[in-house]
């Protein structure tokens, strides 16, 4: 018998929350939680929670300072949630972690591919066998979606970590943004998605190159996407 995936619902609005309660109920184990401080209680205790959807505007710690501290805690995808929808406030929350953004008012529909989306890529290579790669200084563990730089531990937020892995199993060949945003999120290209795309990996050149104005790894092949050789 398989395991409901667990989801936190992150919302200083009562009605939100309990209007995200009805739609994911019927196939997922959902928890609340009201502010910041609260979801990273919740993770604190519930560290096998599969994807968190994250209000931005709360007050006391706001949903990019929330996703930082979560960050420190969990590798679990985090879909946020806001009426925002400058480009601005997508940069800064996928900086802080995020791995997808949703845009009120939402449909049922955009809402259940999105979350389904993220915890196919957070589960799916869940009890598979080992396999560990090496490139240069960085060690890749396929397995366990873990990463090192230079024998130390690399965080890397999930979206970031299935970028990287698209990549290295691509590696020689010139990935298009197109090519990296519908295989990660699991969606049509769209004006704007080139955006996304090069946020993530700005975010994943920082963690994983010795400089990343001077990236050896990922390199940017101009006009055309990046490539790992």
């Not at 389904?116 to 397995?143: C, H, I, W």
């Not at 090192?148 to 990935?175: A, F, Q």
């Not at 700005?202 to 790992?228: C, D, F, H, M």
Request: overall charge negative; hydrophobic content about 40%.
């Amino acid at each position: 018998m398989s395991t409901l995936a667990r989801i936190l619902i992150v919302d200083d609005d009562p009605d939100i929350r309990k209007v995200l309660q009805l739609l994911l109920k019927d196939k997922y184990f959902v928890a609340e939680a009201a502010d910041g401080v609260e979801a990273i209680r919740y993770i604190q205790s519930n560290p096998d929670t599969d994807l968190v959807v994250l209000d931005v505007m709360m007050p006391g710690l706001d949903g990019i300072q929330t996703c930082e501290k979560l960050r420190e805690l969990s590798n679990a995808p985090v879909l946020f949630l806001t009426a925002k929808s400058a480009e601005q406030d997508r940069v800064s929350a996928y900086e802080s972690g995020g791995d997808d953004f949703l845009s009120k008012p939402f449909s049922q529909a955009e809402l259940l591919a999105k979350v389904s989306s993220l915890l196919r890529r957070y589960q799916e290579y869940r009890g598979k066998p080992a396999t560990v790669l090496t490139l240069d200084n960085l060690e890749v563990d396929f397995a366990s979606r873990t990463v090192k730089s230079g024998g130390k531990p690399v965080t890397l937020t999930d979206t970031e970590y299935s970028i990287l892995e698209y990549m290295l199993k691509n590696r020689g060949t010139v990935v298009t943004a197109s090519d990296l945003y519908e295989s990660v999120w699991g969606e049509k290209f769209l004006s704007g998605s080139g955006n996304t795309v090069m946020v993530h990996v700005l975010n994943l050149r920082r963690k994983i190159e010795e400089n990343p104005s001077a990236p050896r790894i990922i390199r940017t092949v101009w006009g055309r996407g990046y490539q790992i050789d």
